[in-house]
């Protein structure tokens, strides 16, 4: 369940997905992780989004614009309580900063339960992302292009995915370095 959780922060949303493992394939495990998703209450969605933590643009982004991710984050973040989360899936990196920053600007005219649904859309979509990169990742002691056959397997909970000190944010959905999903 531990893999699970660094896909969605969510206790009730890892049980419900780990509950009926395992799963045939990865379709099936991707469509039981989003109606785990769909019915989340306010109290484990706030748990899932509370999880969620602001990333840093990529390094080379001119300081102009870490200014106003800096200045969006704020924003947002005392007007909704929780971090901004995204889904960056089908945006090239060059254009993810434009994306986050467009992204914050428009959702910071919602109301809160507007933008409470909205949050836990592009949470299920930075989960989905999630699985699929903790499942596709090398396995612990693989040499390039070698999987040792025990990991995910379509099993989450077979390795956890490994989170930096200082939550610097979630695997896939809060980096800007190879990740499609971002909580900024």
Not at 141 to 155: E, I, K, N, V
Request: glycine residues 10%; charged residues 20%; aromatic residues 4%.
């Amino acid at each position: 369940m531990a893999a699970l959780l660094t896909c969605c922060g969510s206790r009730r949303w890892a049980q419900r997905v780990a509950a009926h493992r395992p799963y045939p394939d990865l379709d099936s495990l991707l469509a039981a992780s989003d109606e785990a998703g769909y019915d989340l209450p306010v109290p484990d969605l706030t748990e899932a989004l509370a999880a969620e933590s602001s990333a840093v643009p990529p390094h080379p982004a001119p300081p102009a614009a870490r200014t106003a991710l800096h200045a969006a984050h704020a924003a947002y973040e005392s007007s909704f309580g929780h971090a901004f989360v995204i889904s960056l899936d089908g945006h090239r990196p060059e254009e993810q900063l434009d994306h986050v920053l467009a992204g914050i600007r428009a959702r910071l005219s919602h109301d809160p339960d507007l933008e409470r649904s909205v949050s836990a859309d592009e949470l299920r979509r930075c989960a989905r992302g999630r699985i699929v990169r903790l499942l596709s990742a090398p396995e612990p002691g693989a040499l390039p292009g070698q999987s040792t056959g025990q990991g995910g397997g379509g099993r989450p909970g077979g390795r956890a995915a490994s989170r930096s000190a200082g939550r610097p944010g979630r695997p896939g959905c809060s980096g800007w370095s190879d990740s499609p999903s971002v909580a900024v």
